[in-house]
């Protein structure tokens, strides 16, 4: 009955675990959202349905065995270079969210996809306040349920904007937990939020 696959939160390191998501992308059919636990260590997996990895920073040093410093420094480049090597959408998490969809080989990276996006967005209405544990599990989510309804890139982008909107419309921002994120967003997608 499911129409979308999220893996990550709260999920394990294990080798188990790390199997557990080859496999699990590797016999479902079904567009998938993977982030958290379900990134570590995780490799190249050719698949016929649209996959999103959402790193942050951190996460997405360990996929691309490059420097932290680096990647802080060139999020695109980072976004654009993950896309390419996992032939997925990536979101990159942070102040300013990254959003890379895959480029063919020898392909112009700014090139506009079938929907007309550009191949890299940036979102940037996410308030400090996102930095909390399991306000990313919200995003992913958020994100796997729009993944049900639209084109990869444009269900991580919206996502983003929704995550962020929701963030900013919830009262306190000084001890944001992931719950009052979850509680603002049906108002945001609804419109109701200021």
């Keep these: ?25 590797g016999r479902i059919e079904l567009p998938a959202v993977v982030d958290a636990d379900a990134l570590y260590l995780l490799e190249p997996v050719v698949r016929a349905q649209p996959t999103v990895l959402t790193p942050h920073a951190g996460e997405l ?5 490059a420097e932290r410093g680096w990647v802080d420094a060139h999020r695109l480049e980072a976004a654009r270079a ?3 090597r996992f032939g997925a959408v990536v979101l990159l998490k942070g102040r300013d969210t990254v959003v890379a969809a895959p480029t ?4 112009d990276p700014d090139q506009r996809d079938p929907a007309g996006l550009p191949r890299i967005v940036v979102c940037d209405l996410g308030p400090p306040s996102l930095a909390t544990a399991g306000t990313g599990d919200v995003l992913t ?17 919206a996502a983003a904007v929704v995550h962020g909107l929701a963030a900013r419309a919830v009262a306190h921002q000084a001890g944001l937990v992931a719950s009052d994120l ?11 939020s200021s």
Excluded: K, N, W
């Excluded at 063919?104 to 392909?107: A, F, L, N, P, W």
């Excluded at 979850?182 to 109701?192: E, H, K, Q, T, W």
């Design 82 to 84: 993950a896309a390419a």
């Design 104 to 107: 063919e080989s020898g392909s």
């Design 182 to 192: 979850l509680a603002a967003v049906p108002s945001v997608i609804d419109g109701r």
């Design 141 to 157: 989510g958020v994100l796997a349920a729009f993944l049900t309804r639209m084109d990869a890139q444009l269900a991580a982008a």
């Design 1 to 25: 009955r499911a129409s979308a696959l999220a893996i990550g939160p709260g999920l394990g390191r294990t080798p188990a675990r790390q199997a557990l998501v080859r496999e699990l992308l």
């Design 61 to 65: 040093t360990r996929l691309l065995g």
